[in-house]
Structure formats: structure tokens, C-alpha cells
Nanobody
């Protein structure tokens, strides 16, 4: 199983970024994103099942949108109205019936 994440970068507060994560090697029941800010634990940002069900952290509801292309095993995170507190390393996560897997992480930095 491999997960390759793309799309991090530096953006000003109020701006937007789109993250992508392409997974291969299995069938993934749930795909999503977590983030880890400096000195803090890794926390859920948004996850999406194969169907339409999604789950968001309260802190990103209304600003971030997760989507999936199941045919491509790719998950996206559209991040709008970014805030400095969104600064973190964002990790792609994918789960199968046998376990879960992590991508390499991509840095998102939001300047004030």
C-alpha cells in the first residue's frame, strides 16, 4: 500500500489550498486527512467513507470539504478561509479491513 499526498504550501489567512492523496495497493473503506501542529497530537480533520458519509472536525466545518474519486483511489481536501491555526503537517490516511495506512505528510502554513 502506498499513499502519496500533494498540495501543501504557504498561503495567507483567508486563502485556499487543495490537498490530494492518491492511494494504491488495496481497496480503501475510509480515506481522509489528519493534521499535527508543532507540539500537538495528530488529530482528525476530515474523513470520508466509500459512500457519501463524511466526518469533519468542528474547527473546519463550513471551511473544508473532503471528496473522493473512488475509481482513482484519491481523496481531496479543499481548504477555504484558511486561518493561522490551520498551520500543521497534514497526513493522508486510508483504511482497509486489515488496517490503516499513512502518507508522508504535507506542510500547510497559513500566515496572518
Amino acid at each position: 500500500v502506498q499513499l502519496q499526498a500533494y498540495g501543501g504550501g504557504l498561503v495567507r489567512a483567508g486563502g485556499s489550498l487543495r490537498l490530494s492523496c492518491a492511494a494504491s495497493g488495496s481497496i480503501f473503506t475510509i480515506m481522509g486527512w489528519y493534521r499535527q501542529a508543532p507540539g500537538k497530537q495528530r488529530v482528525l480533520v476530515a474523513v470520508k467513507a466509500t459512500g457519501s458519509a463524511s466526518n469533519y472536525a468542528d474547527s473546519v466545518k463550513g471551511r473544508f470539504t473532503i471528496s473522493r474519486d473512488n475509481a482513482k483511489n484519491t481523496v481531496y481536501l479543499q481548504m477555504n478561509s484558511l486561518k493561522p491555526e490551520d498551520t500543521a503537517v497534514y497526513y493522508c490516511n486510508a483504511r482497509t479491513t486489515f488496517g490503516e495506512y499513512w502518507g508522508q505528510g504535507t506542510q500547510v502554513t497559513v500566515s496572518s
